[in-house]
């Protein structure tokens, strides 16, 4: 059974660091793996999509690696902004021949102090 | 482009009655998946639909249930509602099902169960 784990479950960083949040996955035999941003009580933002083929992607101030091999993914956002405090959630498909679902993350709630 | 729609965004009902929950997909997006999001358990997969069939169910009683239309737009039915059913719905549009192309969020329903 796959399990997803974030870690910190809390991160507080002052504006302008760059910072970096980690996702772990048990089975390496993803199909992709993508990054979601989650606000209080709404619905989720997709961040980056990163097929198992693939090492990273980017965009804007944000970079996505994936190293299947070591189960690991992380997100690193630049320059922070207090517009970035948000729940950072991971998730992983594990197929795609028909049988797809996404596998999340417990989720990293990133805090900026302005 | 409009995004996936879900209605109603709150709901609260009593315990043992019955609820119905929407989902529109992105236009031209045949896969719709439900999950259910608790502070305890964090997202969960209920189940996936395609071209009106459904493909995928995730660890959920056969109190919950779903469809799909012709024109992908999606239904989810809670029926005998109970306390530990509270919690915020999600559903994900795709284009094929594939998950190769990631999966794209609505802001979910708040259901409320007293």
């Known amino acids: 059974k796959q399990e997803v784990t974030q870690i910190p479950a809390a991160l507080s960083v002052p504006e302008g660091e760059n910072l970096v949040l980690n996702c772990s996955f048990t089975d390496s035999a993803i199909y992709n793996l993508q990054w979601f941003r989650q606000d209080p009580g709404k619905g989720l933002t997709s961040l980056l999509l990163i097929q198992s083929s693939q090492r990273e992607q980017t965009s804007g101030r944000l970079n996505a690696s994936l190293d299947k091999s070591s189960g690991r993914s992380t997100l690193y956002i630049a320059a922070s902004q207090p517009g970035d405090s948000a729940t950072y959630l991971c998730a992983v498909s594990l197929s795609n021949s028909g049988n797809e679902k996404l596998t999340f993350g417990t989720g990293t709630r990133l805090t900026i102090i302005p | 482009k409009a995004g996936v729609t879900q209605t109603p965004r709150y709901l609260i009902k009593t315990r043992g009655q019955q609820v119905t929950l929407s989902c529109s997909p992105i236009s031209g997006h045949r896969s719709v998946s439900w999950y259910q999001q608790t502070p305890g358990q964090g997202l969960q997969f209920l189940f996936e639909y395609f071209s009106e069939t459904q493909r995928n169910k995730g660890n959920f009683p056969g109190r919950f249930s779903g469809r799909q239309f012709s024109n992908s737009r999606s239904e989810m039915n809670v029926s005998t509602l109970e306390l530990g059913d509270s919690a915020l719905y999600l559903c994900?549009?795709?284009?094929?099902?594939?998950?190769?192309?990631?999966?794209?969020f609505g802001s979910g329903t708040r259901l409320t169960v007293v």
């Open positions: 994900a549009s795709s284009p094929s099902g594939r998950v190769d192309y990631g999966y794209t």
